[in-house]
């Protein structure tokens, strides 16, 4: 019986463990930056940001450069889709407009890419992929950083103390005189109340 109850605690925890350690690698799967380079012969290319946000849905920021309009016969729309880091059918992320935009998805993504579309209702990529790039992690999140110091922490630091003019070397003399004055007359009242105290 006990140790059953001990093999059922142990196995427990290590559950716990486990499930800490996939759901922790989970939630930052998809948070990070990608370069989404032109498969073909144009300059196309888009800068993305995805960024975790409380309500655990991925907040997604796109700035592209040197998009053609029109893409081609008919072709007016851009796409952004997600590759879902568990595998699976590509996620609409959406249009791309003219080169800025701003997405949300809870579905964690490792790779993501861009098709030209004729409609912007398919749920599905049907239009080549221009372009494609994969997820890369925020390495200045991931590492552990010192602290530098700031130039005004260096600046007080290295700033020379004043030097004291004569007459603050007086008084600073005249005080610690005093006090000297007043500690060996405290000790000369207590070696005489002591030597006249009846025995």
């Not at 993305?48 to 998009?67: F, H, T």
């Not at 952004?80 to 568990?86: H, R």
């Not at 609409?92 to 998805?105: D, M, N, P, V």
């Amino acid at each position: 019986m006990y140790r059953r109850f001990v093999f059922s605690v142990a196995f427990g925890l290590i559950l716990i463990f486990l499930s800490a350690f996939v759901f922790t690698r989970h939630s930052y799967a998809s948070e990070g930056t990608a370069e989404l380079r032109s498969t073909n012969e144009n300059s196309y290319r888009c800068f993305v940001a995805s960024i975790q946000m409380v309500n655990l849905n991925y907040r997604i920021l796109v700035s592209c450069r040197d998009l053609l309009y029109p893409a081609g016969d008919d072709i007016f729309t851009y796409m952004l889709w997600g590759t879902p880091s568990a595998g699976g059918r590509a996620v609409k992320l959406g249009e791309l407009g003219l080169g800025r935009a701003e997405f949300e998805t809870k579905v964690p993504f490792s790779n993501l890419f861009v098709t030209t579309e004729k409609s912007k209702k398919d749920r599905e990529p049907v239009g080549p992929v221009v372009m494609r790039g994969d997820l890369k992690r925020i390495a200045f999140l991931d590492s552990q950083i010192s602290p530098t110091p700031t130039e005004a922490a260096e600046e007080d630091i290295t700033t020379p103390a004043p030097e004291l003019t004569t007459k603050d070397r007086l008084v600073s003399g005249v005080k610690r005189a005093g006090v000297v004055a007043a500690l060996a007359l405290v000790a000369v009242f207590g070696l005489v109340f002591v030597l006249t105290r009846p025995r």
